[in-house]
């Protein structure tokens, strides 16, 4: 954002060598050419400031190379592998900050409802619920599973096990739950739901980045994809 005193950016240092010649670098504020012109205005998380920038002729020291590696290689995707494999951990990251703010939606409207009197039985069916009961619950499953598949990528990673699979899963499943949550509480809840007095609304703006950065929901639905039917980019696109 418009606060940091460096920036890492991705750039090809060849292009007819393709993903292999993409290497990683650290631009410096200041750095002639490349400019911040200004701070982006957002639906959500704004205590998280996010910048434009614009680089023009912006000629930067061989030192600010990452790694130190100018080799290519074109037998490998060389630093766009590395690139790659940062989300296997950064997307379970991002499933669960949005699944905190689901939580937290669904913690303050189990406390509306109960000041209101409406009550959870958890040992009843649905059937057997009231409409804003039998909705809650349907919520806290959806968070649940989102939950599970967070975890399982998690834990793989922790082993040091292979997770790609698994953080596209979380991922995609995380951003849409949290999204179809906090929609869910504020239709409980009703105007408290959208109302400034209370966080929920805010919490359903931060919420919907959850879907888009790291990978959006359709990338990572591609990914499983492909996984799940061992078919190449070229198969499946």
Known sequence: GIRADAVVIWATLDKSAGRAGIKSFLVEKGTPGFDVPHKEKK?????????????????????????????????????????????????????AMGLGLAEAALDFTREQLAEAGVEIDYMAGLSSQTAAAEKFIRLEAIFDASKLTTLQACWLAGEGKPNNMESSVCKAHAGSSVRTITQGCIEILGSMGISREHLL?????????????????????????????????????
């Open 201 to 237: 609304e805010k919490w359903t703006r931060d919420c919907r980045i959850t879907d888009i950065y790291e990978g959006t929901g359709e990338i990572q639905r591609l990914i499983i994809a492909r996984g799940l039917l061992d078919y190449t980019r070229a198969d499946l696109k």
């Open 43 to 95: 639906l959500g998380i704004r205590a998280d400031d996010t910048a434009a920038y614009v680089f023009s002729d912006c000629r930067i020291p061989r030192a600010n190379l990452l790694g130190g590696d100018e080799s290519i290689s074109k037998k490998t995707s060389g630093g766009f592998r590395g690139v790659m494999k940062t989300f296997n951990m950064t997307r379970p990251m991002t499933a």
